[in-house]
């Protein structure tokens, strides 16, 4: 199992320090993030360039921020920059970000990415100059208001690899198939390693049947909360601010998909109790009706002892990278003693 470390969004600065640890401790990966914050891109290129080993991943470049275009030439771009470290994580976000903030259409998730898959692979190939018409992306555009000049077009730039390896972040049993099917790995939020049989394997069987088989290097690459404490309490006191605003406000009320995936989980009352708190404006309160167990289930909290003893699930289940959402750096030092 190797290590990657997650970085937020809300302070880069001070996460670009961890990453140079992450490096000099042997992670294999340090992933960047956007929601409505920094982007996710301009820390990639800032940890490449400060940092010697480790690959860069987005985790996640979000689709509707860009064309497929232009974020093939991105990842082209970083993959030359940084000798061959790039990774790139896609994924749709939710219509209240996509059409809230970026003004775009949620449309459709499963054909548009499946689509911009396709394109940003064709862009990397350079073997034909890119045509794509589909549900989703017409490329060259011929719809209303087009000037019929527009031609198939090849990226000048010559990739270093023809093939970035390209990861899905996905929730809904039809999106992680599709992760299965057309992706080089999953990025799972909230990832309960003791409920992966029962909700996420069967999704990822249908998905890698539909392919022909799970091919060889294929990423299964949970994002993990880790959290280094003496006080177990404190350590999840710590963590459930971000699950109730994920439960409970990231998406609206019918359309949320993290309140979904509690659901599946089992904590359908509890999910239902943190939403209605939360759009009700009593914040604290549904911070407080988060479950201990959920967090016990997603995330690594605790002393050195019982996060050594909690590691073995994510090993169990066939966990390939585990991707740390950490602030600390005796979390990375820790999980590089316990895993590396």
């Known amino acids: 199992m190797r290590l990657g470390l997650q970085l937020g969004y809300d302070d880069p600065v001070s996460a670009v320090a961890l990453a140079e640890e992450a490096d000099r401790l042997g992670f294999h990966s340090v992933w960047t993030s956007e ?7 301009t820390p990639m290129a800032w940890v490449a360039a400060r940092t010697e080993h480790v690959r860069v991943g987005a985790a996640i470049m979000q689709m509707p921020a860009r064309s497929p275009a232009t974020t093939a030439a991105t990842v082209a ?4 920059l940084s000798g061959g470290r790039a990774l790139l994580g896609l994924g749709t976000s939710g219509p209240q970000v996509a059409e809230g903030w ?5 449309g459709k998730p499963l054909v548009r990415t499946r689509e911009y898959v396709e394109i940003v692979r064709t862009i990397l190939r350079r073997e034909v100059p ?7 992306y017409d490329i060259p555009y011929g719809g209303p208001g087009t000037t019929g000049l527009g031609k198939p077009l090849k990226i000048i730039l010559h990739p270093l690899r023809p093939a970035v390896p390209i990861s899905l ?12 099917e057309i992706a080089d790995g999953w990025l799972p939020i909230f990832f309960s390693p003791e409920r992966f049989g029962e909700v996420h394997a069967p999704s990822l069987e249908e998905g890698f049947a539909r392919r022909g088989g799970r091919p060889d290097g294929w990423d299964l690459a949970p994002l993990v909360p880790i959290v280094v404490a003496e006080d177990v309490a404190a350590a999840r006191e710590f ?3 971000l699950l109730a605003l994920y439960i409970g406000g990231m998406g609206a009320r019918g ?6 995936l509690a659901c599946r989980y089992g904590y359908e009352a509890d999910a239902a109790r943190v939403q209605e708190l939360y759009l009700g404006g009593q914040r604290g309160d549904a911070i407080a ?12 909290v605790g002393d050195g002892s019982r996060i050594a003893d909690r590691l073995e699930a994510w090993r169990a289940c066939g966990v390939t990278t585990l991707i740390l959402q950490a602030r600390q750096p005796e979390a990375l030092r820790l999980a590089a003693e316990l895993v590396l």
């Open 35 to 41: 929601a409505y914050g920094a982007d996710a891109v």
């Open 77 to 80: 771009t970083l993959d030359l």
């Open 102 to 106: 970026h003004g775009q259409q949620w």
């Open 130 to 136: 890119l045509e794509h018409h589909g549900e989703h």
């Open 169 to 180: 972040a996905a929730i809904g049993p039809r999106n992680v198939a599709l992760a299965a």
């Open 239 to 241: 963590l459930k601010p």
């Open 255 to 260: 359309q949320n998909f993290y309140n979904r």
């Open 289 to 300: 009706a988060v479950p201990d167990k959920l967090v016990d289930e997603i995330a690594l």
